[in-house]
C-alpha cells in the first residue's frame, strides 16, 4: 500500500485538500492526518469568470480517481473515501482555497441582488480584494437565493450589512 501521509502532502502543494480552518502546510508533518478535516476540491479556479455551480462529479469519484491513481488497490479506497469527512459543498471549500491563496491582500464577498443585467433572477456574490485599494476579481458565486450565496462563502466571515454609500445593488459584504 502506498503511504498516505505522502500523498496527502502531495495533494496539499497541488492544493486539491485544504484542512480545517486553515491550510495544512505541505512543509509540516502528516503523522496527525487522521485527526485533520480533510476537504476535497472539485472545481477549481478558471482565467475570467469563474462561476461556482454544483461539479457532475461527486467527491467520492474525485477521490476515487486520486487515490486508484497514486497505488492505492480498488479495495482499499473505499476505506481510504471513509476517513475522510465530507460536511462542506465543494464550492465553499473553494472559495476557502481561493481566500487563502491571496496572501496579505484582504478578501472581501459582496452579494447583490438578483436584479443585475448579466445574471437576471440570479442572486451573485463577487469576491474583491482590498487592503490596499479595492480590485474585483472574476470570482463570483451565483445562487438562486440570498441563502444559498451564503451556503458557498467560506466559514468564519463577518457579514456588514448594507451602508448608506454602497451602491443600490449591494446587499451585504462579509469579511
Excluded at 7 to 22: F, I, S
Excluded at 152 to 170: E, K, T, V, Y
Amino acid at each position: 500500500m502506498a503511504d498516505f501521509s505522502e500523498l496527502v502532502l502531495e495533494l496539499l502543494k497541488a492544493g486539491v485538500l485544504v484542512t480545517g480552518e486553515q491550510r495544512f502546510m505541505a512543509s509540516g508533518s502528516a503523522t496527525n492526518w487522521r485527526q485533520e478535516v480533510l476537504r476535497v476540491i472539485t472545481a477549481g479556479a478558471r482565467e475570467g469568470v469563474s462561476v461556482f455551480r454544483e461539479s457532475p462529479e461527486t467527491t467520492d469519484d474525485v477521490l476515487r480517481s486520486v487515490f486508484s491513481s497514486h497505488g492505492f488497490s480498488e479495495s482499499e479506497v473505499p476505506q481510504l473515501i471513509a476517513a475522510i469527512p465530507a460536511s462542506q459543498d465543494a464550492d465553499q471549500v473553494t472559495c476557502e482555497r481561493l481566500q487563502y491563496e491571496f496572501g496579505s491582500r484582504l478578501p472581501m464577498w459582496v452579494v447583490y441582488g438578483p436584479e443585475t443585467r448579466n445574471y437576471p433572477g440570479q442572486w451573485i456574490c463577487r469576491m474583491r480584494l482590498t487592503i490596499p485599494g479595492d480590485e474585483p476579481t472574476g470570482t463570483i458565486i451565483l445562487a438562486d437565493t440570498l441563502d444559498g450565496v451564503r451556503e458557498r462563502l467560506p466559514r468564519g466571515l463577518a457579514c456588514l450589512p448594507r451602508f448608506a454609500s454602497d451602491p443600490p445593488g449591494i446587499i451585504e459584504t462579509w469579511l
